[in-house]
């Protein structure tokens, strides 16, 4: 992959962008904006948790972003009985008396963790040494995982019972949350049409693993003026209620705000973003289309919050 210089790269990345998308869209109707958010957060190296009720092809759109991508792919349903060499692998001896590693499903490039907060934290956190270091450690050896690497994970929103919630410290992990709507009528009758007919859809590879890494690196270079990353970071420091800065609603409505690396994702996200509207450089605008993805699963509300029906949507516009 050699282009003349950045500019090329960028124009080859947005055309890329919208070949992408209608591959997709030949298995997946509606949900640009998932499809929209899912594909900025494997170009910028960062996780996204998928949150919605049970049938609206959640796992069916991770594994076409796979396919599309030409990435090796693993699906790890989560249960409460499920160890944490289960996702990791474990070693065994074999028939030569000699300890061996054999490698769990994590080693792929695109895993999807199905069900998160159903499995216990103990194997939660077995995925958090993954997310973050990108390796994981097994009987003291350090194992690095396949790049690219993404977790896409998803979590049903309304079965509660016999689940566990995820941690602060691996939500913080996730790039975005992303929610996923129920299709509107014209787009159901069409889901309906198409998946009950004989025909089955051929998808192209339009990315291989080292476009990716490559564009992620490109993604990096990308300037940002500093009127944009103070926004970004104004916006984030908004949503804690400790902080001098911080307006009323997050004082009455919100117990804890977003970290850091909250700004570091808004910022990455912008300057995706940006590419993909074919302009150079992130603007306001694009770091505000990030928001809501970005601080919806950062922000934790209080007590009042809930029951006022305050919800973390209504908070995060409150503070745009």
């Given at each position: ?25 030949k ?14 957060s ?23 972003v ?20 289960d996702i ?31 499995t ?20 003291g050896?350090?194992y690095?995982l ?8 998803t ?11 995820l ?12 929610w996923?709507d ?7 009758v ?14 192209p590879?339009?990315?291989t ?23 970004a ?12 800065t ?11 705000g ?5 700004s ?47 919800t ?9």
């Amino acid at each position: 992959m050699n282009y003349a210089s950045d500019i090329d790269a960028a124009k080859a990345l947005k055309e890329k962008f919208s070949v992408i998308k209608q591959a997709i869209s030949k298995v997946i109707v509606g949900q640009d904006e998932v499809v929209d958010k899912l594909i900025i957060s494997i170009l910028c190296n960062g996780h996204s948790l998928l949150v919605g009720v049970p049938g609206l092809a959640k796992t069916l759109l991770v594994k076409t972003v796979a396919d599309v991508m030409d990435l090796s792919f693993k699906r790890i349903q989560f249960t409460p009985d499920l160890m944490p060499s289960d996702i990791v692998g474990a070693e065994i001896l074999d028939e030569s008396r000699q300890f061996r590693f054999v490698k769990g499903p994590v080693f792929a490039n695109i895993i999807l963790a199905d069900e998160i907060n159903r499995t216990p934290p103990k194997t939660q956190s077995a995925l958090l040494e993954a997310m973050q270091e990108r390796n994981v450690t097994a009987g003291g050896t350090v194992y690095k995982l396949p790049a690219p690497f993404f977790v896409l994970a998803t979590q049903n929103p309304i079965e509660q019972e016999g689940t566990y919630p995820l941690p602060e410290a691996q939500l913080d992990r996730f790039m975005f949350q992303i929610w996923l709507d129920y299709p509107s009528f014209a787009e159901e009758v069409m889901i309906v049409r198409n998946t009950t007919g004989a025909a089955t859809a051929e998808l192209p590879k339009v990315l291989t693993g080292e476009d990716i890494l490559y564009f992620q690196e490109l993604i990096r270079r990308v300037p940002v003026p500093d009127n944009v990353l103070e926004y970004a970071v104004s916006l984030v420091q908004k949503t804690r209620p400790s902080n001098s800065t911080a307006p009323d609603i997050a004082k009455q409505y919100i117990s804890y705000g977003a970290g850091p690396r909250a700004s570091q994702y808004l910022i990455l996200g912008a300057k995706c973003h940006a590419l993909l509207q074919g302009k150079y450089s992130p603007d306001i605008e694009d770091v505000q289309a990030m928001a809501l993805a970005v601080l919806r699963h950062r922000v934790v509300r209080n007590y009042k919050a809930e029951a006022e029906g305050m919800t973390q949507e209504k908070l995060i516009k409150g503070l745009l």
